[in-house]
C-alpha cells in the first residue's frame, strides 16, 4: 500500500492538493474526515475509462453518503444505489438522474416504496414475492400504469472470494432462484409491476479480480437462465459489485485493469445475445475509500507498563472500521504522522481513541516518527464507511466535520455536531 500526499523534502507535513493538513485544521478543527475530490475523480475515472460503455458504473451512496461526494461522481457520469429514503433525496439534491438512480433493500417501508413511485426511477429492486404484491397494490393506488423493478436473487451457488459472502446461504436478501422458478404464474400476473430484469450481490472487499469475474459470469449465467425460465425480458442485469481496497499488510489492491479485462470479455459474451441490455456495476468503497483521510489531534503521550500510548480526539465513534469492532482479530488501518510526514517512523506506537472503552484503540504497535501532543496523526484510505458506518452518538461526542479539497480549496461539506445539535433534539420529561 502506498500513501499518498506530498511531503516537503521528504520531511514535513501531510498536504492534500498541495494544501497543508494544519490549514485544514486550524479552520475545521479536529478530529475531520478530508476528502481529496482529484483523487476521488482519478479513481472513477480510471475504472469508468477501463470498461465497455455497456457496462454503467453505480456509485453505492452507503460507502459515503456526503453530498458532496455524491455530486462529484454524479457530475462524471456515475449513477447511485441507494437503500433508504435520505439516500434517495441525497441523490436527487446531488443532481443524479432518476433514470440511472436505483433503489433497493430488503425491508422498504411504504414511505420509501412511495418515493420511489414519485420519482420514476429506473427501477426499483424488490427483494421478496411479498413486497412485488405490495408495489402492485401501490401502484394501482396512484393510478400508474407500469412500475420498472428488478428482482434480486439469491443465488444457489456460494460466493467465491469473500469473507462476507451473501449467496448460496439463508439471507433476508432477495429471493431464492428454487423459490422464484416455481412462480413464472404470478409474476406473468402482475399487471403494473414490469419486470426488467434481475439484480445479485455476492459479496464484498473482493481483492482478486479473477473472484469478481467468476461471480459476475456466474450472475449472468444464471440471469439469462431465469429469464428463459420465467420468460422475463432483461433491460437490466445489475451484477453488484463487492470492489475492495487493500487496508492491511500484506494486502495488495485490486489489478483492476485485469478486472476490466475479465468483465468486459464476460459482457461482450452476454450482449451478443442480448444486445441493448444495461449492465450495472456497483462501486461504493472502491471509488472512495482512497480520497478520505480521518485526521485526529494527539491530546496525550503516555506509558504504560512499557508501552507507549498516543491518545487522540478520535476513535470508534467516527470510524469503527478502522478500530477493528466485530473483527475477530485486529488489524491496523495505514496510519501516518500528518505533521511529521516522511519522517523516520523508528517509534512504536498504540493509538487510541478519547472514549472510555478497551476496545477504542485505533492502531496496535504502530510505527511512527516521535509523537507529541498537538501533533496530527491521520488514518488513510478513510473515504468509504467511515460516519456512515460509525456510532457517532457514543458518549455523546457527535459526528466529526466533513471537508472536501476542490481544486485546491477546502470546503466544509458537513458541519461538526455541536453540544446544542445533540441535545436540542431530546425533549425534557416533565417529571
Do not use: W
Not at 459515503?64 to 447511485?80: E, F, H, I, K, Q
Amino acid at each position: 500500500m502506498v500513501a499518498y500526499g506530498e511531503p516537503e523534502n521528504g520531511q514535513g507535513e501531510f498536504r492534500i492538493q498541495g494544501v497543508p493538513v494544519t490549514r485544514i485544521v486550524e479552520e475545521f478543527g479536529t478530529p475531520t474526515y478530508v476528502y481529496d475530490a482529484s483523487r476521488l475523480e482519478s479513481v472513477y475515472r480510471e475504472l469508468r475509462g477501463l470498461l465497455r460503455p455497456e457496462i454503467d458504473v453505480f456509485y453505492s451512496l452507503k460507502a459515503n453518503p456526503n453530498v458532496s461526494v455524491v455530486r462529484t461522481l454524479g457530475r462524471l457520469g456515475a449513477g447511485a444505489e441507494v437503500s433508504s429514503l435520505v439516500e434517495l433525496r441525497t441523490a436527487q439534491r446531488a443532481g443524479i438522474s432518476p433514470a440511472d438512480t436505483l433503489f433497493l433493500g430488503p425491508g422498504k417501508t411504504e414511505a420509501e416504496l412511495a418515493a420511489c413511485l414519485d420519482a420514476g426511477l429506473h427501477a426499483i429492486v424488490c427483494e421478496s414475492l411479498a413486497e412485488l404484491r405490495q408495489l402492485e397494490a401501490a401502484a394501482t393506488a396512484r393510478g400508474l400504469s407500469s412500475v420498472d423493478v428488478l428482482l434480486r436473487l439469491n443465488p444457489d451457488f456460494p460466493t467465491k472470494g469473500s469473507g462476507l459472502a451473501m449467496g448460496g446461504k439463508p439471507r433476508q436478501f432477495g429471493i431464492d432462484t428454487r423459490l422464484l422458478r416455481a412462480e413464472k404464474e404470478r409474476l406473468a400476473a402482475l399487471s403494473r409491476v414490469r419486470v426488467r430484469g434481475v439484480h445479485a450481490y455476492m459479496g464484498t472487499r473482493f481483492l482478486a479480480h479473477g473472484d469478481i469475474v467468476h461471480n459476475t459470469r456466474e450472475v449472468l449465467g444464471l440471469a439469462a437462465d431465469l429469464a428463459a425460465d420465467l420468460d422475463i425480458d432483461l433491460d437490466t442485469v445489475d451484477v453488484g459489485g463487492g470492489l475492495g481496497v487493500a487496508y492491511f499488510d500484506n494486502e495488495e489492491d485490486l489489478d483492476v485493469q485485469a478486472l476490466a479485462r475479465g468483465l468486459n470479455a464476460e459482457a461482450d459474451r452476454f450482449l451478443r445475445e442480448r444486445p441493448g441490455c444495461r449492465l450495472v456495476l456497483e462501486v461504493g468503497r472502491y471509488l472512495a475509500a482512497l480520497c478520505g483521510t480521518y485526521v485526529t489531534r494527539v491530546l496525550y503521550v503516555k506509558e504504560s507498563m512499557g508501552s507507549d500510548f498516543v491518545v487522540t480526539d478520535g476513535g470508534t465513534n467516527h470510524h469503527m472500521a478502522a478500530v477493528g469492532t466485530g473483527s475477530f482479530v485486529k488489524r491496523n488501518f495505514p496510519l501516518v504522522a500528518l505533521t511529521r510526514y516522511g519522517s523516520p517512523a523508528d517509534h512504536e506506537y498504540t493509538v487510541t481513541g478519547p472514549l472510555c472503552t478497551p476496545n477504542d484503540v485505533l492502531g496496535k504497535k504502530v510505527r511512527l516518527p516521535a509523537v507529541a501532543p498537538g501533533d496530527l496523526i491521520g488514518v488513510q484510505r478513510s473515504g468509504a464507511y467511515g460516519p456512515s458506518a460509525s456510532p457517532g452518538h457514543f458518549l455523546s461526542h457527535g459526528f466529526p466535520a466533513e471537508v472536501l479539497v476542490h481544486r485546491g480549496t477546502p470546503h466544509l461539506v458537513r458541519a461538526r455536531d455541536t453540544a446544542e445539535d445533540l441535545l436540542d433534539r431530546q425533549r425534557l420529561a416533565p417529571l
